[in-house]
């Protein structure tokens, strides 16, 4: 019993001792997974760093065979679930309604690009690209994971296109 008193006795010394007192030093080194500090303040703003997904762009068209669309303002149901039942067949594997997967979430796609940048980018995502500075940068922030081309008919792609307005 007095050696197990002894023992906790000691702890509890050595635990007063390492944490109390001490005046913490600042290390002025640079340490693993820090930047060195600046030692002077930027004259610049840096830039926006915001993801090419979050980018709003609507007037961009794309490069493709979609040229000009008109949506209507009502939403055609029976066209949505047909898109909804290509959707699930052909692109549910890498893109999620409502969340970033593999590929973005098509959810409040339209607030983001226009109709014939979405067209384009499911006809032909290959072109899309090679020849479209954002379908690049998105590449770039989805880990290099290009969209697979479907080949999906213009009238397929429609549907999946009226399906995205009901998300």
């Not at 979050?54 to 209507?72: A, F, H, Q, R, S």
Request: aromatic share 4%; net charge neutral.
């Amino acid at each position: 019993m007095k050696h197990l008193m002894k023992s906790l006795a000691a702890v509890a010394i050595i635990t007063l001792i390492s944490c109390g007192g001490k005046e913490e030093k600042k290390n002025e080194g640079i340490q693993i997974g820090q930047k060195p500090a600046a030692t002077e303040t930027p004259t610049e703003e840096p830039a926006a760093t915001t993801k090419p997904s979050e980018t709003i762009d609507l007037t961009n068209k794309g490069v493709g065979p979609i040229k000009n669309l008109v949506l209507p303002a009502e939403i055609d149901q029976a066209m949505a679930a047909k898109g909804m039942e290509v959707y699930k067949t052909k692109c549910m594997a890498c893109h999620k309604p409502d969340k970033k997967f593999i590929g973005p979430a098509p959810k409040d796609i339209f607030l983001r690009r226009t109709p014939e940048w979405i067209m384009n980018m499911i006809l032909d995502p290959e072109d899309m690209i090679q020849k479209d500075p954002l379908a690049k940068a998105l590449l770039i922030e989805f880990n290099g994971s290009p969209m697979a081309n479907q080949n999906l008919t213009e009238e397929e792609a429609r549907q999946v296109l009226e399906y995205f307005r009901t998300l």
